[in-house]
């Protein structure tokens, strides 16, 4: 049975409201600015719904304007208000000088977004310790230029409830305007314009039962504004733009149920929140975030330190019952709440949240059975990771976590785990975030569009889709190895560090989290039969084969995971996702390191410190100086790029100095190594760390594995000594060792 405890992030439509929204579709064709019969039916429909919005707060009707939302009303009424300042200053002939606006940290991103697009100085307020703001330091932070104040009435994480009416009256007193999102709070809590005193106030149809695209802002009569778009007349010429007639028509319809039950459910609600704080707080260190002395009726935020949000969150949702982590508008950053960490919550903490927001539909037995579920949760993701904590629920079916990248490899292996009967779960670890960059929108690695793939594909294989946020470890553990192994002149694969550091352990916390038995990648990599156990396999594409970039993965990790590539080719997944039609069927691979998506890593490495000393490129058989170099980060051993060229022939970089600066080239018969030491040695096959053996070596991904010995040492290291010369032996790459059956025996990284 399906509960939904979200109704901060939207709210069911009522079915008086898809009533009067069919008929409206149906029965109102005209276009509301025509002045023929159609036209002025859907004008006499609009307006008696701008008639009940503006009853909802007070308001008069010319005094609503239509919008799309929430975040376009705060937008047109935040800059339409600093606009409309601008232009009265203009005119009086005092228009110098930057505009200065006050807000807080807590607001909700559209605000913030507005004021920061809005041009001005801004200051944010301080907070109290449970995210309450006091007028009195509004009083203290205005300035004989601020032009607007912007405040919540209610927060949207918190259900903080603001005293905007002192707010507004200080700043109507410094001549300041004063605009109050109310998306949250209209609804749920009476709202009187007037008695507030406000000069702009934003609605949002889809909180309060309404549809969705749909909103309106009080703008008072004679406050300074000036409009965002041309080109109509409609709004007033406040906001132009055909308006959306059925989804005002059920905005409206919204609007009049709930100014007419909004005594009565507010005081039920707030009795069902009250109870399952209660239950709640007897969990082991659980917090409660917000003010409880003036709070909305529905809305609960919670910590539960040890259990990060979006793993209970995802439980949850397995379980039908439907909540949040914070924001529906910023879920995809998946940053810890920025709300939670403005109340010097640490990021830890910000991340255990959950917010639970409850509705007219809410009732008690719904209550006492999340408050069980989530005790139950928490108490699983606490101890993931340990023997039997993915064992505690029963199931239908086996379920397994499948990690999608929003790449055809890891979609087509999740639509082969669905064909074959499992309860798939998709989960995306979003480890470095491109948003906004160049390469970000055109698609290309580690942008939104790569999560958004995952989710296309999920929604097309009907399975569960959630992101897990580990960009601080990835920065920890990839990132800043990467930049300092460029900065010591060795040549690093972020890959390989990603799997052995990262990637595995969070999906398998994940999947111990939502009770699942298994974890599945797109890995072109296979698992073999050894014993009682499993060893790692190349793929049967060794085209594409990663077994290379596996070998840091301890082995009872790999006893927990599923490659279902690895017997297949390229060619045949490809085939195979166009025959599930999955979305990214014919979406290119990615060539790049996916936190440099334009790939220019010398500058990306050099942007965060990580530049070598400049120095000199030098002939390493004649010691000729063949001239100066930029940064020893801007080469690898086995380098052409940026190597002047001999008159008869190419050069190649032999050695990196990151201690001098020099380089050293050469002609590539100079490149060859018969032997190699490898240091930091991980053994999936124990045995193989004692004595002498005779294996295959392979020293970079597309490099063919070289016949050589290995021979472990007392120190720790690997002494490698090959059959023939190998080129391009390149310190800090990953050296893996592979019996001559196509096992993986272990690996290391290349010392010297």
């Known amino acids: 049975m399906s509960l939904y405890l979200d109704h901060n992030a939207t709210t069911p439509l009522r079915a008086e409201v898809v009533e009067a929204m069919t008929a409206a579709l149906r029965d109102l064709p005209g276009n509301p600015s025509s002045t023929h019969a ?31 939302g929430g975040t376009e009303g705060n937008d047109l009424a935040i800059r339409g208000l600093l606009a409309g300042v601008r232009v009265a200053r203009d005119r009086r002939g005092d228009g110098a000088g930057r505009l200065h ?43 004989p230029e601020t032009a607007l104040v912007t405040l919540a009435l209610a927060n949207h994480e918190l259900g903080n ?56 802002i009080y703008l008072r009569r004679a406050a300074s504004f000036a409009p965002l778009t041309a080109g109509g007349h409609q709004e007033r010429e406040r906001r132009a733009g055909t308006e959306n007639v059925a989804g005002i028509i059920g905005f409206g319809v919204a609007a009049r149920l709930a100014r ?4 009565e459910a507010g005081a039920r609600i707030a009795t069902l929140r009250d109870r399952l704080e209660t239950r709640l707080l007897s969990i082991a260190g659980a917090r409660r975030h917000g003010d409880r002395t003036r709070c909305l009726p529905g809305t609960l935020n919670l910590g539960f330190p040890g259990a990060p949000g979006q793993m209970v969150a995802a439980a949850l ?111 995306t670890l979003r480890l470095y975030d491109a948003s906004g960059t160049a390469a970000s929108v055109g698609g290309r690695c580690c942008g939104p569009r790569d999560i958004e793939d995952a989710r296309a594909t999920a929604v097309k294989l009907g399975i569960p889709h959630h992101v897990i946020d580990e960009s601080v470890a990835f920065q920890a553990a990839v990132i800043d190895d990467f930049v300092a192994e460029h900065r010591a002149g060795r040549t690093p694969n972020p890959c390989v560090r990603c799997n052995e550091r990262l990637k ?24 073999l039969p050894d014993g009682e156990g499993v060893a790692l396999g190349r793929a049967l594409d060794l085209e594409k084969d990663q077994s290379y970039f596996l070998f840091g993965v301890r082995p009872e990790v790999l006893a927990r995971v599923r490659f279902p590539l690895g017997d297949k080719t390229k060619a045949e997944v490809r085939a195979l996702a166009r025959r599930f039609g999955l979305p990214n069927a014919d979406k290119p691979d990615s060539q790049q390191i996916c936190f440099i998506p334009d790939g220019d890593h010398v500058a990306f490495v050099a942007a965060r410190g990580g530049a ?45 100095d990151a201690g001098s600066g020099e380089i050293r080239v050469g002609a590539r018969e100079r490149l060859g190594r018969d032997s190699l030491r490898v240091g930091d040695v991980r053994w999936l096959d124990a045995q193989i760390s004692r004595g002498t053996h005779r294996c295959a070596v392979q020293i970079r991904h597309h490099a063919k594995a070289a016949l050589a010995w290995i021979e ?25 060792f592979y019996a001559l059956d196509d096992r993986v025996l272990g690996g290391g990284w290349i010392q010297a």
Do not use: N, W
Request: a negative charge; proline letters at 5%.
């Open 317 to 427: 949702d397995l379980e039908g019952v439907s909540v949040s982590t914070g924001s529906a508008c910023t879920s995809g950053s998946l940053a810890p709440s920025p709300v939670l960490l403005a109340l010097g919550l640490s990021p830890d903490d910000a991340s255990s949240a959950i917010r639970f927001g409850l509705g007219r539909d809410t009732t008690e037995r719904d209550i006492d059975r999340v408050a069980a579920l989530v005790a139950e949760i928490v108490a699983r993701v606490r101890r993931r990771g340990e023997s039997g904590a993915a064992s505690s629920r029963p199931a239908a079916r086996e379920r397994i976590v499948i990690a999608m990248s929003g790449g055809v490899d890891s979609s087509t292996a999740a639509a082969l785990l669905v064909d074959a009967g499992y309860e798939v779960i998709g989960a």
């Open 612 to 656: 070598g000393p400049v120095g000199r490129i030098l002939d390493d058989a004649t010691g000729a100086d063949l001239g100066a170099h930029g940064g020893t980060h801007a080469f690898t051993v086995g380098q052409r790029r940026g190597v002047p060229a001999r008159a008869d022939g190419r050069r190649f970089v032999l050695r990196v």
């Open 101 to 143: 606006a006050i807000s807080s940290a807590i607001e909700h991103p559209s605000v913030l977004g507005a004021l920061a697009a809005g041009e001005v100085d801004l200051s944010l307020l301080p907070l109290g310790p449970e995210g309450t703001l006091h007028p009195e330091t509004l009083r203290a932070a205005l300035r």
């Open 504 to 527: 595995f352990g969070p999906l398998l916390a994940f999947a111990d989290a939502v009770g699942a038995t298994a974890l599945a990648t797109g890995h072109y990599a296979r698992l």
């Open 161 to 216: 409830i603001h005293d905007v009416f002192a707010s507004a009256s200080i700043a109507r007193d410094a001549a300041a305007l004063f605009h109050a999102d109310a998306v949250q709070a209209a609804g749920k809590i009476a709202i009187d314009v007037r008695a507030l005193g406000v000069d702009a106030l934003t609605l949002s149809a889809h909180k309060i039962h309404g549809p969705k695209g749909v909103g309106a």
């Open 260 to 263: 007419g039950e909004l005594a």
């Open 712 to 736: 472990p040492c007392a120190d720790g290291s690997t002494l490698v000594r090959f059959d023939e010369p190998a080129f391009g032996v390149a310190p800090g790459q990953a050296a893996v």
């Open 38 to 68: 159609p036209g002025r039916a859907a004008r006499a429909a609009l307006e008696q719904a701008r008639a009940e919005i503006a009853a909802l707060v007070g308001a008069a009707a010319e005094e609503i304007v239509f919008t799309s």
